[in-house]
């Protein structure tokens, strides 16, 4: 069973697959750091009880769909941008090297 899936700094491009779903035992998502990766996260995906997400880096909407997990410890996302909501992240990046911890 997969716990921790880090495919930071890969080149991915495109939409991420509601097959993440699947992962029912995945409590550390590991995605920043792909630019060309993008679109909206799928709703299927709030199912997972994940504790870790890391999106920063990433043109990826709807990242809230995560923050129906209620264990979630540390949610780093690009909602420094005003077009990413983002209730429940705990660091708000507007780039790859600029991020602000606690603003939120």
Same mark, same amino acid.
């Given at each position: 069973? #997969?716990? =921790?899936? /880090? *495919?930071?700094? $890969?080149? #991915?491009?495109?939409? *991420?697959? @509601? @097959?993440?779903?699947?992962?029912?035992?995945? /409590?550390?998502?590991? *995605?920043?750091?792909?630019? %060309?990766?993008?679109?909206?996260?799928? %709703?299927? *995906?709030? @199912? #997972?009880n994940v504790s870790?997400? =890391?999106?920063?880096g990433t043109d990826?909407? $709807?990242?809230?769909?995560? +923050?129906?997990?209620?264990?979630?410890? %540390?949610?780093? %996302?690009? +909602?420094? &941008?005003?077009?990413?909501?983002? @209730? +429940?992240?705990?660091?708000?990046?507007?780039?790859?090297?600029? +991020?602000? &911890?606690?603003?939120?």
């Amino acid at each position: 069973m #997969l716990e =921790y899936l /880090d *495919l930071s700094s $890969n080149d #991915l491009s495109g939409q *991420l697959p @509601s @097959s993440l779903a699947d992962m029912h035992f995945l /409590d550390h998502l590991s *995605l920043e750091s792909n630019g %060309a990766l993008s679109g909206t996260v799928p %709703a299927m *995906l709030s @199912s #997972l009880n994940v504790s870790v997400v =890391y999106l920063e880096g990433t043109d990826l909407r $709807n990242v809230d769909v995560f +923050c129906s997990s209620f264990s979630i410890d %540390a949610f780093w %996302a690009d +909602c420094g &941008d005003p077009d990413i909501e983002c @209730s +429940c992240c705990t660091v708000c990046c507007e780039s790859d090297v600029f +991020c602000l &911890d606690g603003l939120f």
